[in-house]
């Protein structure tokens, strides 16, 4: 199976490149341009040779009254010169005898004789008058030199339409080198947008999508990184909790309390840290599918209010919301409150701050967030100094929050507290 799809990915790039785009282009427009040039030849091939019963039936009546028999030799070769100047080459006017009576332009004849007439030259029409009379018109240079003419200007094309063609295909090539780089893992590679046609448009899209996902790429690195990092430090406690257990048990016979809590409270740790990871994997799409229900906004926040022990106020209101994000975002945000402030009461207040906008906030009177880090601690895994020493959380809570929030059109931000502590303040759309 593997020598087929190396075969097929073989046999498409050696097609590929057997028949480039520009060779494409310059032979599609070279043909549009042959197929003119024979069109034009066919029609100038049969002007050169047309039927002669076809123009005497048109142009004997004219010619009879532009050279009437009782005209003087004089009106008439008068009359013989404009004809020549309009064929750009001879017009003679013989006798029913064939002698020439008059003519206009390089010699002609003197003499009509059968021999003449059956030898006509190509470019040489003979034309009766009713009156016996013979007029001969000789054209003058070949009408075929045109077809020259345009076959010159078929080559003419065809050089200008080279570098055109080439130009345009080697800007695909280089954009193809280009894609192929970033396709082999160099995910920092962008296009060279040059000039501000279809081409260059697509450069400028391509480097947004291949930004955009290099973000992406390098947050899902960053996130895993940090992820390995902080599932480590609670194994290791709990390992040694258990090594000291074990020693305890053997030594005194008796267990240790203390060291049975610090575990349970690290497998809670990793037991959290693992379910926001695997919500945070569900959320990566960019419209994950949200379970949307009418929900009462003051209850829900009530039920978790009274999980945790804070002080709930406010107004009913109802929201259109995933019932289970909205109720991790709560808990997230009141189990953040608890841990940075425990010695202070953590109070919930829900209000409508505008007709459409919705309000929920909740507050600690804990040590606060310096204003340089409000913003930083919505950063996946990033904690404020010391908290990492003291086991405070794993630093994803406030991202996954952050997210959620936004997922349901609104966003969450840290303010300071009057009278110190901090302020977490969610907005959703009424």
């Known amino acids: 199976m593997s020598r087929l799809r190396a075969f097929r990915r073989w046999h498409e790039h050696h097609h590929f490149v057997r028949h480039p785009l520009y060779r494409q282009i310059f032979f599609s427009v070279m043909a549009v341009v042959l197929l003119v040039c024979c069109i034009a030849a066919l029609i100038f091939s049969h002007l050169d040779d047309p039927d002669e019963s076809h123009i005497s039936s048109h142009l004997v009546p004219l010619l009879t009254r532009l050279l009437p ?9 008068a009359t013989l010169a404009n004809l020549a100047a309009l064929v750009h080459g001879s017009a003679a006017l013989y006798d029913a005898r064939g002698a020439r009576i008059a003519q ?47 076959a010159a200007f078929a080559l003419l094309i065809a050089l200008g339409t080279w570098p055109v063609a080439r130009r345009l295909t080697r800007r695909l090539e280089r954009l193809q080198r280009q894609a192929d780089a970033w396709g082999e893992g160099k995910l920092a590679t962008r296009m060279s947008i040059d000039g501000r046609d279809e081409v260059a448009e697509l450069a400028r899209r391509f480097n947004q999508a291949a930004e ?12 895993l990184a ?28 008796q267990g240790r309390p203390d060291l049975h809590r610090q575990v349970a409270h690290d497998i809670a740790e990793l037991d959290a840290l693992i379910g926001d990871l695997l919500l945070a994997s569900r959320l990566a799409d960019d419209s ?26 406010g107004e009913a209101i109802c929201v259109q919301a995933d019932q289970r994000l909205l109720r991790h975002l709560i808990r997230n945000l009141l189990d953040n409150a608890a841990r940075y402030a425990p010695a202070s009461s953590v109070e919930l207040e829900v209000r409508r701050s505008t007709a459409e906008q919705i309000s ?37 809570g406030l991202a996954l929050v952050r997210r959620i929030a936004r997922l349901h059109g609104g966003d969450v931000r840290c303010l300071a507290r009057p009278g110190g502590g901090a302020c977490f303040e969610l907005s959703l759309p009424a």
């Not at 028999?69 to 070769?77: W, Y």
């Not at 030259?121 to 070949?142: I, K, M, V, Y």
């Not at 955009?212 to 996130?223: F, G, P, T």
Request: glycine share 8%; net charge neutral; hydrophobic share 40%.
């Open 226 to 253: 940090a992820a390995s990092h902080e599932l480590r430090s609670p194994l290791a406690r709990i390992r040694m909790a258990m090594d000291l257990l074990e020693e305890s048990a053997s030594s005194t016979g």
């Open 288 to 313: 994950p599918r949200l379970e949307r229900v009418q929900l009462d906004l003051l209850g829900l926040a009530a039920e978790e209010a009274a999980r945790s022990g804070a002080q709930v106020s």
């Open 360 to 396: 929920l906030r909740v507050l600690d009177r804990g040590p606060g967030i310096p204003e340089a880090e409000r913003e930083r601690i919505f950063e996946p895994f990033y904690r404020l100094a010391g908290s990492a020493e003291r086991g405070e959380g794993s630093g994803y």
């Open 104 to 150: 206009s332009g390089p010699p002609l004849p003197t003499q009509l004789n059968a021999d003449v007439k059956s030898s006509q030259h190509r470019f040489e029409h003979l034309l009766p008058l009713p009156d016996g009379r013979l007029l001969l018109l000789r054209w003058g240079a070949p009408r075929s030199s045109i077809a020259l003419w345009i």
């Open 212 to 223: 955009r996902i290099e973000s992406l790429v390098n947050s899902q690195r960053a996130m």
């Open 69 to 77: 028999a009782h005209e003087s030799a004089a009106a008439q070769g």
